[in-house]
Every structure is written in C-alpha cells, then in structure tokens.
C-alpha cells in the first residue's frame, strides 16, 4: 500500500494502525444515519417520559370522579365535549359554542400586550440598575416596597386609573410580569465576572459598546429566565385581570363557568390557558437556545 493511501492514527497510544483514506468517508456516511436514530430515539423517549404524568393525572382524575359520584366535576370525558363544543360547536349550541377564536385572540392580545411592555421597561431598567449604582441605591428600595404588594390588592386601582375594559387588564399583566423581568435582568448583570469588564477596558471596549458587547451577552441567561417566569405570571394574571369587566377573553369564560355553576367550563377554560401558555414558554426557550448557543450549558 503507497503512502498517499493511508493516514496515521496518534489515538492509539503512538502504535503505527493505519487506515485507509477512502474507507473514512465511508465509515462517517454509515455513523450519521446510527447517529440520526440514536437522536430520534432520544427525542422519542423524552416525549413519553413528558406525557406519562398528565395520562396518569387524567387517570386518576377519572377514577375520583367515578369512584365519588359527584356531579359537580365532571370526568375527562365530559370537559373534552365541552372542549369540542367551545372550539367548533355543534352540540350544546349555547353562547360558549365555536367561541373560542374569540376569547383566546382577546387573551392572548392582552397577555403578549403587558408582557411585551412589561419586557420593553424591565430589561433596559434592569440593566442600568444593575450596572449603575447610583440609580440601584435610588430605585432599589422603592421596588422592594411595591414588589410585595399583590397584583390582585392593584385591581380597585387599575379600574379607577384605566376604567372597565382591557386596559386595566393589560395594566395588571404588566404588573405581574414586570417583577420577574426586571429583578432577573439584575441578578444576570450583577453577576457578570469583573474579569471580563478588565478585558473589555483592555481593549477600548466602554461605553454603550460595553453594554452590547459584554452586559447584555453575559446576562442573557438570566434575563431569558425572567421572561420565561414573566410569560408565565403574565398568564397566571390574565384571569385576575380579565374580572375587570370584560365580555370576552379565557379568564372572563372562566369567571361566566363560575358563577353559572358550569365546571366543564371552567376546566376547558383553565386546559386552554395552561396549552397556550406551555407553547409560549416552548417558543421562549427556542430563542434562548438561538441566542445562547455559544452557551451550551445553558440550552433548555
């Protein structure tokens, strides 16, 4: 066999194995469909190990139902024709049927309405707090104050400030996920290491080029974890903020199934709301992966 026919293999220890040239490409086109399989078989398994809990929660929830008699919850069963009729009607043929394109597009405006604000004032206020000391020993015992106060004790306020309807509801949204965003976006600066700051000045690097090249990239972790909990208060609050008069929305369905006794209405209310919030989080965690993926430890 001629030199130009094989390559040297320095894993082995300094022991002279050679390998042909033309059978690497070989073996690297048989390892990618074993390496393909592998992963879908990973993907696989973690999709089953996720819906094993729900399943068995349904179960159970069959067997209560069942084993107590009780009228005022109904099985699985019963909430999935409510579900149906909600979504496309057809069999109750009440003011709830084929309504839910309404109700969730009125929600999920006010939801995506006072996170997205709540995002636009809680990350760059976040970060100047946590870079600035000044403006942290200023703003720092005031929101420590307000951060307690429960978003439920602002509804009288929010309706005397915004009156009945959906601003109020977006005001108690912007509430409820401001917090979480703004006090992660100020662990995540706060915790940037000192060395790289040095390095920064080393190299000419201040200023607002200081916060995009160094800040913002290095407490980016962080401020995906406080809109990740953001998104979620956003729809936790979405019901509170929805008993301010509104006629349409998931958290005003929730609040009708009340006080009409209609407890399939409320759970097919609260199933939609914990669906869609799950997907949003889903979504949030796929732009953390993008953003930081020159940060594999902290993919999701």
Not at 3 to 13: F, K, N, Y
Not at 26 to 39: M, N, Y
Not at 43 to 69: E, N
Request: aromatic share 10%; net charge positive; with cysteine.
């Amino acid at each position: 066999m001629s030199l130009e026919g094989t390559i040297s293999r320095p894993d082995l220890g300094g022991a002279k194995a050679t390998t042909p040239v033309a059978a690497a490409p070989v073996a690297a086109g048989r390892a990618q469909p074993r390496l393909r399989g592998r992963s879908f078989a990973v993907r696989l398994r973690s999709i089953a190990l996720a819906v094993v809990v729900p399943l068995g929660l349904l179960l159970l929830w069959d067997v209560l139902v069942r084993w107590t008699g009780t009228r005022l919850v109904p099985p699985p069963s019963g909430v999935a024709v409510m579900m149906w009729d909600f979504a496309f009607g057809g069999i109750y043929d009440d003011a709830y049927s084929g309504s839910l394109p309404i109700h969730f597009w009125k929600s999920v405006q006010r939801v995506y309405g006072g996170f997205l604000l709540a995002a636009l004032v809680g990350i760059p206020l976040g970060l100047m707090i946590g870079r600035i000391p000044l403006l942290r020993a200023m703003l720092d015992p005031t929101l420590s104050l307000l951060r307690p106060i429960p978003v439920t004790a602002w509804l009288p306020l929010s309706m005397i400030f915004f009156g009945l309807g959906p601003k109020s509801a977006v005001f108690l949204v912007f509430l409820g996920a401001f917090y979480p965003i703004l006090l992660n976006t100020i662990f995540g600066v706060k915790s940037v290491d000192a060395r790289l700051f040095e390095a920064a000045g080393m190299l000419g690097c201040r200023g607002p080029q200081l916060f995009r090249a160094v800040v913002l990239p290095a407490a980016l972790p962080s401020i995906f974890n406080g809109l990740r909990l953001g998104a979620s208060f956003a729809w936790i609050l979405i019901v509170v903020g929805e008993m301010t008069g509104v006629p349409e929305g998931l958290g005003a369905v929730i609040m009708d199934g009340r006080t009409l006794s209609r407890t399939d209405l409320v759970i097919t209310g609260m199933i939609i709301i914990g669906i869609t919030g799950f997907l949003s989080d889903r979504i949030l965690v796929l732009l953390s992966n993008y953003f930081l993926r020159w940060s594999p430890q902290h993919h999701a």
